[in-house]
């Protein structure tokens, strides 16, 4: 299992961390590299074109602005790309989703929320598990996980009351 | 291979119409329902947690306004569910789409565009192709197609001149 | 006289405790609860269906982003439900607002302002009052609080000019 | 039981027709006006101020543009008012529904969706049933109308095939 | 000359002080109140039908979010009314704009900028002016002034070079 | 009592047309041309500068798209400017309201609606009526006569019952 | 003097005539194709790659929604890239405006309005008479002609009266 | 070679520097002033009108909120000029964006990103380059030490693995 995470540039990186992590603790190898669409395109077309004889399976692409790099790299492989806006001053990211969502009909980016690297690495675990079903478990687990977290907090709440609760 | 294509209202089933065919294109069985996450929260529920166990393997799910209905999916089981805002009156899909991909962390919605429901289907297949690869040779094939298209586009526009072109 | 507030998570605490507020200083029973629409999809449901037989009468329930939480839980019940939309980066809940506001046809939400818990506290308060008339006079009370606060500025504004006068 | 239904001009009437229909299903008085907060201020505040003298419980109030009519009779009633932006030219609505939403701490509206005057009229359905027990069991028979309506459109795509299917 | 300045909250006060100083400077005697259209409508009413025999000439109302208040006023006198959008979180004040300058035909309100409480200080002056001659010689310096200091910033660019050039 | 109206395009006609009717209406005299800040930039200035002299009291300037029209007179001239964003396709007027409303400190322009030209008609009425006390008798019967307008719907939707009612 | 016209699809073929019109105008050579940044990705690296040895001297790129083309185009080419967001459901051209004008620092692309193709041809014109001084000619007469039909305009409306004109 | 850097309040100077040191870098002469389209309408029209019998080839203006400086300039040269959205509270420069690159029909202006002054710099090279051929060597070089920079930072990440690596 391998995944590329590629983005446009390094101060994408923080948010591109959540991506890593998750793939890391799902046990999903990861290629990481930062791409510019607009400053480096023969890499872009290079990366793209290569990523499946490299043993890639699918692709998440982060950028912000006027934010090709998803839907360039979609173009040239047949991987499925997941597209991240990364939020960026001063349009908050709204130029970034709308330049990732809105794909001509032909070639899809399959986007999340701005700055949504973590559900990017979560769609990524789930799509490959269509191919892997061990990855079922651990997202199960993973879900499981998320929801003692809250029912934990609800509890804290109960006990505490609400006028010294604090998140 | 099996997707569920699945839409708030029967209204949308024009918008939807273009995934089935793609889907149906390319090979894969389509159960297609109409499921209001509102309207019919029951419905939805049971939908999402058998989706699965009937051979499910994806999930497309589109709807419009407050379109909740891909994000209550795709919390009530771990399969990858594809959200397709739909246009509707009077903000033209702005909202849907805000309500499908601004998913909180933990339970991602693959977005594409408004009304993008071919795109959709063609994600689908790309996400199935990790697992069935003889869907690969298929994609490429109709990307070739596309291509051939827009360069016979080019050469009626060489031949005609400018003048009298018109698409 | 019970109302309960839940939220989407423990991070929206600090806005919904406005509405909490509201209720006790109403003389209202107020039951408090963290639920994830999409982490945990189930405890909404229970929640929601057994809302009544719990004694609850109407729910506020404040969400960020792709907010479902109102919605899901309006469709589940009969009670009357408040949303309240909360502000979150990077779309400063306009997101929410239409994730909340724009459901369709059959389950409606009584949406408040971006924030407005305090609102949403007080809107309980004026839909209770249909059946409680005592709280009628001390919603009276609360407004006559209101613009004495308001002559007071003026009389300050007016005693100290406008050069010294800082709010 | 008794609503009145305002709107601020008869262009809005075809709009608000939908919250009168419901009304008078669920066996509602309505009284139905037309006033405008500008055009007849005067009107609107006598309106607001005697309303609960003439036995009305709660207002539904429609407006488009800078829809200011369901917050200035807010702001001289304490019986609940629920907010309709109208879809108007050129911002479809939506300078209607910041207008209606965004109240100042106080003051609350109970906001539906641009032209959702359907849900305006079940919203106060819902309200009167905190008072009115007996509207319980017609809401609950008002849903079941709507999801069997779901379930046979499900029923006709299933027989037909989605080939044939039309709405 | 009178003009009266009216903001919706105190918490306004810091950006109508520029119309106040600006009226001051041109000689203009300036009536300053706070006043909520939705906590004190009847402050509000009274306000806007007594200006005129209390000698005001015209009217300057400053408000945020659900921006009521000019517009209020508008309809309640036929003196010219200035209306200042207040920048207030989350919207920034586009909500308070729309509500502001959406006005429906027959009662306009003059909106300026958001938090443009100095052009609207000036506005009133060049209207005022129209009646009173001698404002505008004063008017005149007053632009005379404005186009000295960019010609001041020029020379002291051009003397400085760009290089050490900070404004 | 002389007005200007002026129109960055004769396209624009159809909306600047109710302005004039209103200040014809009033009997105010009324000068009108088709003047573009773009196209022709030298009779704009031209027109500003010799405003005045040639007897005009204010200017009513309408334009759409990046509609610098109002600007550029209000920029050239002490006389009050009201400006008239025009919706123009695609995006609605939004572009224009902006481009006129969010003037620089220094040269206000007083901003109507949308398309709001009768109310820019108005507001130069009701600021000519600081110099001429004879306008606010007809201002006043102006809003009578909407006022009565209201009544005689409402009067029409009671008889009629809202069944039949139709505007 | 060579420029390109390009376009995403053949469905922009409308708009970009008014670029190619005024390039033919101006006696401007012109090389029209349709390439698609996403179809067809390599047609465009090609494209952009071989522009200048095949005597190109500027470019100018459609597209709509994601519009990647011109930026895509801009990063292979030195020659100045003119943008043009084309106008498509839904959302009216905002998509694709600031998909091309809100590019990384590195790589420029000169953005006109939405559907600005004519402008997009005189941008073109007044860069290339950078080199070729004999366009200024063209261009001075160009605004001539623009000036007169504006002068022509508001002497029909003089003669016609405003009552009988019509654009 | 001569290029003018012009821009509406010395408060824009920050961002504008960027286009400055750009030209600098590539050798290109510079006029730098500071020019309000509504403060100094005279100096707007002069420097427009005289600028290219100073020698000046291109212009480059930066401007915020109703942004008018670009097209005011643009209307009385027919040298190119480039617009420089500049981002100012409270609306982020999207009322700049606007108000710059919706220009009517007849004269364009060639609008960067918000406060790409950087972008405006390299496209006043682009552009200059038509004339100049010495310039593309350098623009050359300028892209390859972009190119060089990622493919730094791309080894600095190989080498440092993702869990140390900060940009």
């Known amino acids: 299992m391998k ?3 590629v983005m446009g540039s390094d101060s ?3 948010v591109m961390e959540d ?3 998750v793939l890391r ?3 999903i190898e990861c290629e990481v590299s930062i791409i510019s669409a607009h400053r ?3 890499l872009a077309m290079e990366f793209a074109k290569t990523a499946e004889s490299r043993g890639i399976e699918l692709i998440i692409a982060g950028a912000g602005c006027a934010a090709h790099l998803p839907g360039v790299i979609a173009s040239l492989t047949t991987l499925p790309v997941i597209g991240v806006p990364i939020k960026a001053k001063p349009l908050k990211g709204i130029d970034a989703l709308l330049s990732i969502v809105q794909m001509p009909p032909g070639i899809p980016v399959a986007t999340v929320g701005i700055n949504a690297s ?3 690495g979560l ?3 789930q799509m490959l598990s269509l191919k892997y079903p061990e990855l079922k478990e651990k997202i199960k687990n993973f ?3 998320m929801k003692e977290k809250v029912i934990k907090k609800n509890k804290k709440l109960e006990e505490e009351g609400f006028k010294t609760f604090r998140s």
Do not use: M, Q
Request: charged residues 35%.
């Open 3 to 5: 995944v590329a995470v």
């Open 12 to 14: 994408d990186f923080e």
């Open 19 to 21: 991506a890593i992590e």
């Open 25 to 27: 603790d799902f046990g």
């Open 40 to 42: 480096t395109p023969e």
């Open 118 to 120: 973590k559900n990017a």
């Open 123 to 125: 769609l990524a675990v």
């Open 143 to 145: 879900r499981n996980e």
